[in-house]
């Protein structure tokens, strides 16, 4: 029903950026929340940020709250994540996410739960 394609990993020294872009696909009018996931080897999935489709409440994460940046462009069903002042922390396997069609199982905006659909990932690494 809807598919979700990630761009814009790579490798980057500490205190860099980068820019990620997720382009959804498929029947997208239903869907509510978008966010961006991230899973490092022997953790567990955490959400990063995350957006309302309708409005521009934003959710983040306390460990990249004030460096990364969330938005989204609705005509190009399309959203972005803005990552400043990289971190080696921060690097994971970096998951765009959706909500559609939904109407029970809501547990937060950060929550792997809220969410139905995934995409593949793109891999973002952070060197010191």
């Known amino acids: 029903q809807v598919q979700l394609v990630e761009s814009g990993g790579g490798s980057v020294q500490a205190g860099g950026s980068l820019r990620l872009s997720c382009a959804a696909s498929g029947y997208t009018n239903s869907s509510t929340y978008m966010a961006w996931f991230r899973q490092a080897p022997g953790k567990e999935r955490e959400g990063v940020a995350a957006i309302y489709t309708y409005g521009d409440s934003t959710a983040y994460a306390d460990s990249v709250k004030g460096r990364f940046t969330i938005s989204r462009d609705n005509a190009k069903n399309t959203v972005y994540l803005h990552m400043n002042s990289l971190k080696p922390e921060d690097t994971a396997m970096y998951y765009c996410?959706?909500?559609?069609?939904?109407?029970?199982?809501?547990?937060?905006?950060?929550?792997?739960?809220?969410?139905?659909?995934w995409g593949q990932g793109t891999q973002v690494t952070v060197s010191s």
């Open positions: 996410a959706a909500r559609a069609g939904l109407s029970q199982g809501w547990v937060g905006p950060l929550a792997p739960k809220s969410y139905n659909y």
